[in-house]
């Protein structure tokens, strides 16, 4: 069984975290590492990461406060597995994620893998599937344009792979994952499992619901510095609709938005 190393940012992460943590520790797949990235937490995130005492958990606590993806990108560097795989500090992983992952830790031909999951809406205590429709495998580059259905904690990736591209872009607080997937699926196949394996809670508190303005900023960044290559100008169109929403979400003044609703 091949070693994956599991990565959970955290700042200030306290309310969710013991939830997160204990998915991890029941995983039926055994052969796993935890890097747990402080990012100079105020709360109690420390102390409840401690409470665990749990051999395969190790701590490190940020030399400074970083964005997020330059965050990730030191965890990254930590880590011993032939696999990387992502965890946030508010969602959590059902106990067969990574054992559903072994014909994708056995493939040659697969470089990184997704899944399905379901949403956790807190207000309403309800889940919803987040896509019905089948996952693409392989050449994935086409499909992520259209229709983006990566969440970085379904995400599973080989630790050779993110070396390749650098990591992650540390200028980004949001888009970092979508613009190292995107990355990867130009020249790499992934190996996408239908089953949902993992809930991503939705509390209204999401980092990317309260900066959308960034979001925006963040994606028209992306877009002006993409090559200009055949794989790109056929998606093109996508990529501009995805622009025009975010800056319509994004930017649009509220009172706008609360009478666009009204109709």
């Not at 200030?12 to 998915?23: A, F, I, R």
């Not at 100079?40 to 030399?63: G, L, V």
Request: aromatic residues 18%; contains cysteine.
């Amino acid at each position: 069984m091949d070693l994956v190393s599991i990565i959970v940012n955290c700042y200030n992460g306290e309310k969710y975290l013991n939830k997160t943590l204990e998915s991890i520790q029941r995983q039926k797949y055994e052969n796993w590492e935890l890097i747990f990235w402080d990012n100079q937490s105020t709360d109690q995130s420390k102390f409840i990461f401690e409470s665990f005492n749990e051999p395969r958990f190790r701590y490190f606590y940020a030399e400074k406060h970083t964005t997020l993806y330059e965050a990730r990108t030191l965890a990254c560097k930590k880590c011993n597995g032939k696999f990387i795989a992502f965890l946030d500090c508010d969602d959590w992983w059902y106990d067969d994620f990574l054992s559903a992952r072994e014909s994708f830790f056995e493939s040659q031909k697969y470089k990184f893998s997704f899944s399905k999951f379901h949403y956790y809406f807190e207000k309403s205590n309800k889940f919803q599937i987040h896509s019905k429709k089948a996952l693409p495998s392989g050449k994935v580059y086409d499909s992520l344009s259209k229709n983006y259905l990566v969440a970085i904690s379904s995400l599973i990736v080989k630790k050779d792979l993110l070396k390749k591209i650098n990591f992650f872009n540390s200028e980004f607080n949001i888009i970092g994952d979508f613009e190292a997937v995107m990355k990867m699926s130009k020249t790499e196949e992934a190996y996408a499992i239908q089953k949902p394996l993992l809930c991503i809670r939705v509390h209204g508190k999401n980092f990317s619901d309260e900066h959308r303005k960034m979001f925006f900023e963040e994606f028209k960044k992306w877009y002006n510095c993409q090559i200009r290559d055949e794989l790109f100008n056929r998606n093109k169109i996508y990529f501009i609709k995805k622009l025009l929403y975010l800056y319509i979400v994004g930017l649009t003044p509220k009172f706008l938005k609360d009478l666009l609703k009204k109709k």
